[in-house]
C-alpha cells in the first residue's frame, strides 16, 4: 500500500470512528497495516481501488472496536472478503483457459 492510499484510507478510517483529531494517527496505521496483512493472508490480492480501501478501512475500524467488545466479525465484512477473493479466483481461472 503507497504512502498516497493508506492516508486516504486513514481519513476514511477516521470518519468511520467518529475521530477528528491526529491524536491516534500512529496507534490506526498499526490497524491498518495489521488489516492489510489478515486480508492478505487471506489469500486476497489487494489493490489500490476505491472498493478496497474502503475494505481495509472497514476491517480496521471492526479491529479497533473489537478491542473494547470482543465482537466477532460482522458477516458485511466477511461476505466482502468472500465475494473478493471468489471473484480473484475466478478471474485466474478464466485467464488460465
Known sequence: MTTENKAIVLEML????????????????????MAVE?????GIKLEETVEDNSLV???????????????????????NLNNKLFSQRLKGDEADG
Open 14 to 33: 477516521k470518519v468511520d470512528l467518529g475521530i477528528s483529531t491526529d491524536a491516534y494517527d500512529n496507534r490506526l496505521n498499526q490497524y491498518i497495516d
Open 38 to 42: 489478515n486480508i492478505l493472508r487471506e
Open 57 to 79: 478501512a472497514i476491517y480496521s475500524a471492526w479491529m479497533w472496536r473489537k478491542r473494547d467488545t470482543g465482537e466477532g466479525m460482522p458477516r458485511m465484512i466477511r461476505y
